[in-house]
């Protein structure tokens, strides 16, 4: 896993290696639901490590199992950490400069 900020301060991002790449999950409708989860699950699963290296007290912020429910119609993940809680938006649309 890689931390580059250079060429958007306001983001971060996090490289996830072939290796940490999750196979299709099932039971979604389309598959496009499946991508969408199987997109999700591999950033949660690239996030949630980074993170606690910082701080044990990060969890998912609602049930693991629920997850695919969500992610049946939205991206992202609420993530909790303490008082704090955070999304992770995996939305595509960039802010380009003209």
Not at 22 to 47: H, I, K, Y
């Amino acid at each position: 896993m890689t931390f580059d900020v250079t060429s958007i301060p306001e983001q971060l991002t996090l490289e996830i290696s072939s290796s940490s790449q999750t196979p299709e999950l099932p039971a979604f409708s389309t598959s496009g639901a499946r991508w969408r989860g199987r997109l999700n699950q591999m950033c949660l699963d690239a996030f949630l490590p980074w993170l606690r290296e910082e701080n044990q007290n990060v969890r998912v912020w609602t049930q693991t199992a629920a997850l695919p429910n969500f992610w049946e119609f939205v991206n992202g993940t609420a993530i909790a950490c303490e008082e704090i809680r955070l999304v992770l938006d995996l939305s595509t649309n960039k802010a380009q400069n003209s």
